[in-house]
């Protein structure tokens, strides 16, 4: 017989932890591999949301900071050779920050290592579905 709690829904306050412990585990895997690789975590980050071109502002958008922070990331990235500022388009006033093709090759190895031993790894594809999916629907407001 079920008891009153395992009846109950998670509160607030259960799911957002449970939220911070996987993003907290996800972080550390990014620390982790990326530095197996010569980056910081914020270089990893960067490198993982670079899924084309875009600008600082863009990337800063996607990595959850301010720009001016991207903007020392994207200093290093660049240095290292991984990745290049280009005229943007559309914008005459704008670079858009293009992946190089090492910088491409090394996108692809850090992806590759994420995947391993990844926090979400015990989730069936199918459950990782729902998971997106409930976690999109959460964010939508």
């Given at each position: 017989?079920?008891?009153?709690?395992?009846?109950?829904?998670?509160?607030?306050?259960e799911l957002c932890g449970l939220v911070k412990v996987l993003s907290n585990?996800?972080?550390?895997?990014?620390?982790?591999?990326?530095?197996?690789?010569?980056?910081?975590?914020?270089?990893?980050?960067?490198?993982?949301?670079l899924t084309r071109p875009m600008t600082l502002r863009e990337l800063a958008e996607r990595m959850g900071c301010e720009p001016s922070n991207v903007?020392?990331?994207a200093d290093r990235l660049e240095e290292q050779g991984y990745l290049e500022r280009h005229p943007h388009p559309d914008d005459r006033r704008a670079k858009?920050?293009?992946?190089?093709?090492?910088?491409?090759?090394?996108?692809r190895r850090l992806l590759e290592l994420l995947s391993e031993n990844s926090p979400l790894a015990p989730l069936a594809p199918e459950e990782q579905d729902v998971l997106q999916q409930l976690l999109t629907r959460a964010l939508i407001r």
């Open positions: 017989m079920a008891t009153e709690r395992e009846t109950q829904a998670p509160t607030d306050r585990q996800i972080e550390a895997n990014i620390r982790g591999r990326a530095a197996t690789l010569g980056l910081t975590a914020s270089q990893g980050t960067a490198l993982c949301e903007t020392f990331v858009q920050l293009v992946l190089t093709p090492k910088g491409t090759e090394l996108r």
